[in-house]
């Protein structure tokens, strides 16, 4: 698709079909930020302020942006909301934040330096960026998992790993894409920005279906928080 925006109804869909989001996603993220009461923080690609509305129950203030203009209008009631296309924050000032964060964001943006960039001139010393994403083990193209016939036993195909590149998925009648880079890749990435790693948690996404269960110890998803020192 050539702009987010036309895919809100998709994505609507998503949260309300699955409860992985409710039940896993954003608890990892909560996990993962460790957010501060009277600290302002930026939702990246905030959507429909699922999460903001969460933390600003627990007195966070937050401020949310995201491309889709119908998505943003539902996250305007926990507001305030800006309009923009990622990874651009031009309309924020330095240094006006104290923390950060990204909710199944990464995957779906090209310039991932510019990102940490933006975020970083943005956030105050001592600030924190906390994200959660696809596992680049499963963003990877070609990547997937491969049972054996004979005993059931299952393996993971890593596809084009290291590699990079992306690939594209269904999005109800549209397509969307995913961008694949690889743990190092990543990690390096906020490094060259200036930020320190603080926390890593992989985490796998089994719930009550018997056709994931024995995928119980492959990562499906990644969360990290970074700090600005």
């Given at each position: 698709m050539d702009t987010w925006s036309d895919l809100g109804n998709w994505w609507r869909g998503e949260l309300e079909g699955d409860s992985a989001y409710h039940d896993v996603v954003a608890p990892l993220l909560l996990e993962a930020l460790v957010a501060q009461a009277g600290t302002r923080y930026l939702d990246l690609g905030c959507g429909e302020g699922?999460?903001?509305?969460?933390?600003?129950?627990?007195?966070?203030?937050?401020?949310?942006?995201?491309?889709?203009?119908?998505?943003?209008?539902?996250?305007?009631?926990?507001?305030?909301?800006?309009?923009?296309?990622?990874?651009?924050?031009?309309?924020?000032?330095?240094?006006?934040?104290?923390g950060a964060y990204a909710s199944l964001v990464f995957e779906h943006l090209?310039?991932?330096?510019?990102?940490?960039?933006?975020?970083?001139?943005?956030?105050?010393?001592?600030?924190?960026?906390a994200a959660v994403m696809n596992h680049p083990f499963y963003t990877a193209p070609q990547s997937g998992p491969i049972v054996d016939p004979t005993d059931g036993e299952l393996f993971w195909r890593w596809g084009d790993y290291l590699s990079g590149g992306t690939t594209s998925e269904p999005a109800g009648e549209a397509t969307v894409a995913f961008s694949h880079r690889s743990l190092s890749k990543l990690l390096n990435t906020a490094a060259d920005a200036g930020w320190i790693?603080?926390?890593?948690?992989?985490?796998?996404?089994v719930g009550d279906d018997p056709l994931l269960a024995p995928q119980s110890e492959i990562p499906r998803l990644l969360a990290v928080r970074w700090r600005k020192p």
């Open positions: 699922r999460v903001m509305r969460e933390l600003q129950a627990r007195g966070v203030d937050v401020v949310g942006c995201d491309l889709n203009h119908d998505l943003l209008s539902a996250a305007a009631d926990p507001g305030p909301v800006v309009q923009c296309r990622l990874p651009d924050l031009g309309w924020a000032r330095a240094m006006s934040f104290g090209v310039d991932l330096r510019r990102v940490f960039e933006e975020v970083a001139r943005v956030m105050r010393r001592g600030g924190v960026f790693l603080e926390r890593m948690i992989e985490r796998a996404v």
